[in-house]
C-alpha cells in the first residue's frame, strides 16, 4: 500500500516556477517507478514525467523537456517536479502516481497509486 500527498501547487505568472513535492507513505516507494501526470479542464490525463526506481532513468513529455525536472530521495520518501519557464499551457491538476510494479510506462493506467491532484495555474 502507497499512500502519495502532492503539494507545491499555486498561481504563477507565465516564465516563473514551481517545485511540485509527493511525499510518500509505504515500504514500497523505494522500488516503485514514480510518475507525475496532469489534467486540464476538458482533457484527458496525460504523462509529464517518470522516473526509475533508482533515479537513474528519467523521461519526459516533449513540450516540458529542458523546462521540467523530476528527481526522488528515497531517505524522504518524496518525489519531486521542478517546472521553471512556466507557460499558460502547462496549466492543470498535477498527480503523483507510484507504479509498483515497475512498468514504467507513460500510459497512466499502469500506476496502481494516486494522490489527489494539486493545483497549478500559469496566468499570461
Known amino acids: 500500500q502507497v499512500q502519495l500527498v502532492e503539494s507545491g501547487g499555486g498561481l504563477v505568472q507565465a516564465g516563473g516556477s514551481l517545485r511540485l513535492s509527493c511525499a510518500a507513505s509505504?515500504?514500497?516507494?523505494?522500488?516503485?517507478?514514480m510518475g507525475w501526470f496532469r489534467q486540464a479542464p476538458g482533457k484527458e490525463r496525460e504523462f509529464v514525467a517518470i522516473?526509475?526506481?533508482?533515479?537513474?532513468?528519467?523521461y519526459y513529455l516533449e513540450s516540458v523537456k529542458g523546462r521540467f525536472t523530476i528527481s526522488r530521495d528515497d531517505a524522504k520518501n518524496t518525489v519531486y517536479l521542478q517546472m521553471n519557464n512556466l507557460k499558460s499551457e502547462d496549466t492543470a491538476v498535477y498527480y503523483c502516481?507510484?507504479?509498483?510494479?515497475?512498468?514504467?510506462?507513460?500510459?497512466?493506467?499502469?500506476?496502481?497509486?494516486w494522490g489527489q491532484g494539486t493545483q497549478v495555474t500559469v496566468s499570461s
Open positions: 522516473i526509475s526506481w533508482n533515479g537513474g532513468t528519467t
Open positions: 509505504g515500504r514500497t516507494f523505494s522500488s516503485s517507478v
Open positions: 502516481a507510484a507504479d509498483t510494479e515497475g512498468i514504467g510506462s507513460w500510459n497512466p493506467r499502469t500506476y496502481d497509486y
